[in-house]
């Protein structure tokens, strides 16, 4: 498996939720050595994605990616990369 998606529309007002799935799909990514994971976020007037980018910029999940790329085609899309 290469690559895992979220997608965060039908959630994007519960900020628990948000996080337990975002939690939930890095830690599978960990698990399954999956190399890219898709975060759609939406884009909406850009709250959820920074949500999203200040998870992400957390120490103990930095640590578990290798690095981040916001979509330059597709504003409503952040790939996060895993090194294995």
Do not use: C, T, W
């Given at each position: ?27 599978e ?38 690095r ?17």
């Amino acid at each position: 498996m290469a690559k895992l998606a979220l997608d965060l529309h039908d959630i994007y007002n519960r900020g628990a939720a948000i996080e337990s799935e975002l939690n939930r799909v890095i830690s599978e990514a960990v698990a399954k050595k999956v190399s890219i994971v898709e975060i759609i976020p939406g884009k909406g007037s850009g709250q959820l994605k920074k949500h999203v980018l200040r998870f992400l910029a957390q120490p103990e999940i930095k640590k578990l990616y290798h690095r981040i790329e916001k979509d330059d085609k597709n504003f409503g899309r952040i790939f996060v990369h895993f090194r294995f």
